[in-house]
């Protein structure tokens, strides 16, 4: 037997015996080592980074970093707000929202909390700074631009103005 | 190639003992019970019958296998079963989860969408670029995370190379059931270049995602949608999604597959099947055409599902880039002249020992993964027999 054939043999032999390790070993190994790699999943999707909590009485509003989509993504750059917990909001919904922090609301954010979860949502949101742009009885239109309920929280993303 | 007629025609592959052939199937008997029972896998009786039928099932195959001396034959019950059972078992647990298969916005914003391994090679650019992930999931080491999934992938592929499409695609075997349907097929000329079909897909896709930063080919053209999850349709562009892919599916997956008898989808669209193919050349199995029993009948080109092997490529004694070692032109070969090869080894010398340590690697993983998969679909028909 040549060396080469020798070789092949061994390499055959550890396939087989990666394929036994790979429900025990391999795959977990890789899976963390992807995971180690640092990749994160689009802020069009995930929504961004929390940067900031405001708490109002029962519930809160997180407010996300601003996202800005990449190349001919078809989305414009837009802000996510959290409301949450859901069973601690009101039935409707009516606030102005400090985005920037820079103690001046910016927005004005309305909509109603329906009792059943699955309902759809619809909200108003009126701009106090141009840097913001108005939704009027959104849905679920673009990433850039909804209102839906996501488990024990009622996100809102409200787009930027393009400039 | 060798056309010489003088060559004795070689006598089919003798049927090999039942002890001998239980005797090589007892690893994978051992394997099916170490996957499906090991401590704390199953909790309820359903779950258990449907392990114990799969584990019997898989093991049941792989003897045959040994005492027939067929691989494709054999395999095809695998998967054939695997690709009817995956949608039973998928869209049943969507159904429960969220109550439709049609995948919300808000599911995607929670990263909740179950990743499936046709969008890895679409992920690759953006991730190097950017490390951004152009895909509405989460990477999760557990279940359904990307992370999970690549790392599935990846110990397969180093295992078995494009014998992913053969031994792991749930997909596939949708369209093979279909092309084993009809006795004979109605089109059998089919035109060479359409052998480049996945090969642009992939190309288009893999810039077009990078561009538009979302997995394009998951947005507009997975015929596969139509049986595991899509787009909620909320608009216009929802609704032309669903029909592109529902006209896709009718036709690559269902309609092509019964006239021609090939696996049409994975021959001229599938993108992750062009991909897989590169990884061909770091596996060490192999398929090859011993020329000093050949003579050309071409039986193993018509047999190939996939358009694997051309007269040049049998001229050279080897496949094409995309074989996915299905092993339908070993079967098929009067002469025995198509055999399972290792790399670095004489071609045709003692090719049953490379096709058994294949097959061993092969099985072991099916059994891990498609076995999992026909259990899951299996407790679900269980559930509704109950």
């Not at chain 1, 995930?46 to 909590?53: D, M």
């Not at chain 2, 670029?129 to 152009?134: A, F, I, N």
């Not at chain 2, 895909?135 to 397969?156: D, E, N």
């Not at chain 2, 019964?258 to 989808?265: D, N, P």
């Given at each position: ?26 795959i ?24 900031r909590?405001?708490?109002?009485g ?6 996300h ?7 001919l993504q ?10 949450s ?21 910016d ?11 699955k ?35 009622i ?9 | 190639?060798a ?34 029972f090991?401590?704390?896998?199953h ?16 093991t ?11 691989t494709?034959?054999?395999?095809r ?16 647990n ?23 391994f ?5 992920l ?24 999970a999934m ?26 093979e ?12 000329k ?48 929802g ?47 192999e ?8 003579k ?5 080109q ?10 040049e ?11 996915m ?19 670095g ?24 993964f ?17």
């Amino acid at each position: 037997m040549t060396l080469r054939a020798k070789l092949g043999y061994t390499a055959a032999g550890l396939t087989v015996l990666a394929a036994l390790l790979t429900p025990f070993l391999l795959i977990g190994s890789f899976a963390k080592g992807f995971a180690a790699l640092g990749l994160h999943v689009d802020e069009v999707y995930s929504g961004g980074p929390k940067v900031r909590t405001i708490q109002n009485g029962a519930y809160s509003i997180a407010i996300h970093r601003p996202v800005y989509p990449h190349m001919l993504q078809n989305e414009k750059p837009f802000v996510q707000l959290d409301w949450s917990p859901v069973s601690a909001l009101p039935p409707h919904v009516s606030d102005l929202v400090d985005v920037d922090g820079d103690g001046q609301p910016d927005l004005h954010v309305s909509f109603d909390v329906p009792s059943n979860p699955k309902a759809p949502l619809n909200v108003n949101v009126e701009p106090l700074n141009s840097r913001y742009e108005a939704m009027q009885n959104a849905g679920k239109e673009k990433y850039s631009r909804l209102i839906v309920r996501v488990d024990d929280a009622i996100l809102v993303r409200v787009p930027l103005q393009n400039k | 190639m060798a056309t010489n007629a003088r060559l004795p025609r070689l006598a089919p592959a003798p049927l090999r003992g039942i002890v001998r052939s239980l005797l090589l199937t007892l690893p994978i008997a051992v394997w099916s019970l170490l996957m499906f029972f090991h401590p704390g896998s199953h909790t309820d009786p359903k779950s258990r019958i449907a392990a114990a039928m799969t584990a019997l099932f898989m093991t049941a195959l792989f003897f045959m296998m040994m005492r027939t001396g067929k691989t494709y034959r054999w395999r095809r019950w695998f998967f054939v079963t695997l690709g009817i059972l995956f949608p039973v078992g998928f869209i049943y647990n969507m159904v429960i989860a969220r109550g439709t298969i049609g995948i919300p916005i808000e599911e995607m914003i929670a990263g909740r969408t179950p990743f499936c391994f046709l969008p890895i090679p679409l992920l690759i650019l953006p991730a190097a670029l950017t490390k951004t992930l152009v895909f509405p999931g989460s990477i999760m080491t557990s279940s359904h995370g990307i992370a999970a999934m690549v790392g599935l992938w990846l110990a397969i592929t180093l295992v078995l190379g494009k014998g992913w499409c053969a031994y792991a695609c749930f997909f596939g075997g949708i369209e093979e059931s279909m092309a084993a349907v009809p006795q004979r097929a109605k089109i059998r000329k089919i035109d060479p270049r359409w052998r480049y079909g996945p090969w642009a897909v992939l190309l288009a896709m893999v810039l077009l995602s990078l561009a538009l930063f979302e997995p394009a080919y998951c947005m507009w053209l997975c015929p596969f949608k139509a049986v595991s999850e899509y787009v909620a349709a909320r608009n216009a562009v929802g609704l032309v999604q669903n029909g592109i892919f529902i006209l896709l599916f009718a036709g690559l997956v269902i309609v092509l597959p019964l006239l021609t008898k090939k696996r049409t989808q994975c021959s001229f669209f599938c993108l992750f099947g062009a991909f897989q193919s590169i990884f061909n050349k770091i596996s060490i199995f192999e398929v090859k055409i011993d020329q000093t029993h050949c003579k050309p009948c071409n039986i193993c080109q018509t047999a190939c599902p996939t358009l694997s092997l051309s007269k040049e490529s049998i001229a050279h004694g080897e496949t094409l880039l995309t074989c996915m070692k299905c092993g339908a032109c070993v079967d098929a070969c009067p002469r025995q002249a198509v055999v399972w090869h290792i790399k670095g080894t004489q071609i045709a010398w003692k090719p049953e020992r490379a096709r058994l340590m294949f097959l061993y690697a092969a099985w072991a993983l099916a059994v891990m993964f498609g076995g999992s998969i026909i259990a899951q679909g299996l407790v679900t028909i269980l559930h509704f027999v109950a």
